[in-house]
């Protein structure tokens, strides 16, 4: 619980919820009939609605990216060492939408969600969906809130890839476009992750096969362990080492299956904890997506032929210990970028803290955002005279 | 099934047992009465036993390392590439010895054995082994066998730190280490990963606490959960990318939790066929002895300081895409081998396939291990004129 909220916090935040009811068909050919989305917004949207900001999740994400819900919580939005007055992403300045995705689990509709076709929840039979879903429903979102084009959309890891989707599906609606620590598809080794995370989660025999919550059940077990091994991923293996070493948690060895070391012990409770907040049947949804995005996969693999449909400007950014979406992916990017006439700025950030180093606050990363978003603002306001 | 037993093989072979009646105290504290070994010897020992190699075993190998044990089998050993005649390990030259460790499940004492105390299974009760018991073991086959001092003890992975640990404890009884894609302790990540693999076995139902064989039951699950990890960090992100890379299964994405890509067929099938040929209680042993292997720990971190000890010359071996156990980890062993005034030889040897590079007949490796142990032979019979 803060104390007081502090000055730079976009303080006590509530949600939205945006109800659609014009079908969405989707990548895999189904039609959603209807469906809803959480968002929060943080600023003020000015009178030409030049200056909104999307921020796309990862992961497991959701809508509540800044601020606190209420005087009680233990802690602010997931980016919110990002998103405040003078941050950043300067609330000041810009008004700023954070969704919760569709197939979410933190309030737009998804496999919790019921299916009004069948009454029951949905769990495993909510249709898979893709980033290009994503982008196509928050388009409709920004319709809604009458924000025709955005000034920046910015995303990280999963995140990424909707900005880049945006910039290729809908160019005229961004001015800008900031993908951190992402990549134009999932390297090989990336998909085998996911797939063993989503063998964790079937193989628990409280998964049901999916339904799991008509069972009044949960499997923690497989859940959990997707999580230890995502968590794992994350890390650097530097950051790891700094933080845990081989740190025991008794004076000696034990000898038994119990926890010896202290990383035993903190990847145990990561992956409890996440069980706690999270649903199996989405983080089995968002691997897929992960796994389907491939916008090269429209111009035989030409990454730069795809992206020459774009015409904002982008920033890239990588951070040099992340293994799981490492810097050489985000410079393909860069590379089809320049390669396609387009103005793109790219900062490769030192950081030990791996691919979760686009959740920090490290100090040349916040400084190279701030300037990026301050220049595109800089040019909408010089623009609108 | 070969066809004919090719000029280059040790031919057919079969295993040996030595039983040992003496107990042995184990590292947990614990008096092991009486056990077996299954080995298999191939080329022959010399008049005055100065021409054996030990050949120390990784996580999922076994005593069967070259030659067939039928004309039915359809693959050799798990190192036929390197040991036979005229190979990098030559037996017309060398006597070479290949074990199952203790705790392993091809035939030495181990989870699958009878308790001869309780008649019982041991299963999960099986005391953990570490790579010092495992090394006072060998030792003492050794001694049945009438080797004094092996010309040279050869391993790679988990099989190098049994090396590492011979030349510390054993110093006069071998001429040549040779330390194979190695390390002188794991990474935090490395015993994160560990911790996964554990608990993916744990927390299938059918692990039983260990107690699977006697209700007739096999964790295969969780254990087949684990070796996919496991395979994923054996490869480099490199070699899966290119044997795999985003090949589909069908010619459109299906939109389902079934298979889209080759890579999630290979992993399931890997882990499949893993789950029929090992057993989980070895599998979690094995990686516990991996956790717990840290030579520098008796000297306060100082490898050089426990590595003064050694009498042997060293060849160090690493992979440059191996990230489990990548080479600065063996340039940690060469460095504190260099400080502490020991003759060491160092080959990084370029090669795709990640950790796994060190099971593959790769030219350079082939002969870098060819030309040591050469030279080795060569002064052991210069100094038996």
Same mark, same amino acid.
């Given at each position: 619980?803060?104390?007081?909220?502090?000055?730079?916090?976009?303080?006590?935040?509530?949600?939205?919820?945006?109800?659609?009811?014009?079908?969405?068909?989707?990548?895999?050919?189904?039609?959603?009939?209807?469906?809803?989305?959480?968002?929060?917004?943080?600023?003020?949207?000015?009178?030409?609605?030049?200056?909104?900001?999307?921020?796309?999740?990862?992961?497991?994400?959701?809508?509540?990216?800044?601020?606190?819900?209420?005087?009680?919580?233990?802690?602010?939005?997931?980016?919110?060492?990002?998103? +405040?007055? #003078?941050? %950043?992403?300067?609330?000041?300045?810009?008004?700023?939408? @954070?969704?919760?995705?569709? $197939?979410?689990?933190? /309030?737009?509709?998804?496999?919790?969600?019921?299916?009004?076709?069948?009454?029951?929840?949905?769990?495993?039979?909510?249709?898979?969906?893709?980033?290009?879903?994503?982008?196509?429903?928050?388009?409709?979102?920004?319709?809604?809130?009458?924000?025709?084009?955005?000034?920046?959309?910015?995303?990280?890891?999963?995140?990424?890839?909707?900005?880049?989707?945006?910039?290729?599906?809908?160019?005229?609606?961004?001015?800008?476009?900031?993908?951190?620590?992402?990549?134009?598809?999932?390297?090989?080794?990336?998909?085998?992750?996911?797939?063993?995370?989503?063998?964790?989660?079937?193989?628990?025999?409280?998964?049901?096969?999916?339904?799991?919550?008509?069972?009044?059940?949960?499997?923690?077990? +497989?859940? #959990?362990? %997707?999580?230890?091994?995502?968590?794992?991923?994350?890390? @650097?293996?530097?950051?790891? $080492?700094?933080?845990? /070493?081989?740190?025991?948690?008794?004076?000696?060895?034990?000898?038994?299956?119990?926890?010896?070391?202290?990383?035993?012990?903190?990847?145990?409770?990561?992956?409890?904890?996440?069980?706690?907040?999270?649903?199996?049947?989405?983080?089995?949804?968002?691997?897929?997506?992960?796994?389907?995005?491939?916008?090269?996969?429209?111009?035989?693999?030409?990454?730069?032929?795809?992206?020459?449909?774009?015409?904002?400007?982008?920033?890239?950014?990588?951070?040099?210990?992340?293994?799981?979406?490492?810097?050489?992916?985000?410079?393909?990017?860069?590379?089809?970028?320049?390669?396609?006439?387009?103005?793109?700025?790219?900062?490769?950030?030192?950081?030990?803290?791996?691919?979760?180093?686009?959740?920090?606050?490290?100090?040349?990363?916040?400084?190279?955002?701030?300037?990026?978003?301050?220049?595109?603002?800089?040019?909408?306001?010089?623009?609108?005279?």
């Amino acid at each position: 619980m803060p104390d007081a909220i502090p000055v730079d916090s976009v303080g006590i935040v509530a949600p939205h919820i945006a109800q659609f009811e014009t079908p969405l068909t989707l990548s895999c050919g189904q039609d959603l009939p209807a469906y809803q989305l959480v968002y929060e917004t943080y600023g003020t949207l000015n009178s030409n609605a030049s200056n909104a900001i999307l921020i796309c999740h990862a992961l497991s994400g959701d809508h509540h990216a800044a601020g606190y819900h209420a005087m009680s919580d233990k802690k602010p939005g997931w980016w919110d060492s990002a998103i +405040g007055p #003078g941050k %950043a992403i300067d609330t000041e300045r810009f008004f700023v939408i @954070s969704l919760n995705n569709l $197939g979410g689990c933190s /309030g737009s509709t998804g496999p919790t969600s019921i299916n009004p076709e069948t009454s029951d929840i949905w769990g495993e039979n909510f249709p898979i969906v893709t980033v290009q879903d994503w982008v196509e429903s928050q388009a409709r979102l920004a319709d809604r809130l009458g924000i025709q084009t955005f000034a920046a959309i910015v995303g990280g890891s999963l995140g990424g890839m909707q900005v880049l989707e945006w910039s290729i599906r809908f160019p005229t609606r961004l001015k800008a476009a900031v993908i951190i620590a992402s990549a134009p598809n999932l390297s090989t080794q990336n998909i085998a992750f996911n797939e063993v995370a989503r063998q964790s989660i079937r193989r628990d025999p409280e998964f049901h096969d999916g339904r799991y919550l008509n069972e009044q059940s949960v499997p923690t077990n +497989g859940l #959990g362990l %997707a999580r230890m091994l995502g968590h794992i991923t994350y890390l @650097s293996d530097d950051a790891m $080492g700094s933080k845990f /070493g081989r740190q025991m948690r008794h004076d000696n060895y034990q000898y038994n299956y119990g926890i010896e070391f202290e990383v035993e012990s903190y990847l145990r409770y990561q992956g409890e904890a996440f069980t706690k907040r999270f649903d199996a049947n989405t983080y089995m949804l968002m691997t897929k997506a992960l796994d389907y995005f491939d916008p090269a996969g429209e111009t035989d693999g030409d990454l730069s032929a795809v992206l020459s449909r774009a015409q904002c400007e982008f920033l890239l950014v990588s951070f040099t210990t992340d293994w799981r979406f490492a810097p050489e992916r985000s410079e393909e990017i860069v590379n089809a970028l320049v390669k396609a006439g387009k103005h793109v700025s790219y900062a490769k950030i030192e950081a030990a803290e791996g691919h979760d180093a686009f959740l920090f606050p490290i100090p040349r990363y916040m400084t190279t955002l701030n300037s990026f978003l301050t220049r595109i603002g800089n040019r909408i306001l010089k623009e609108a005279q």
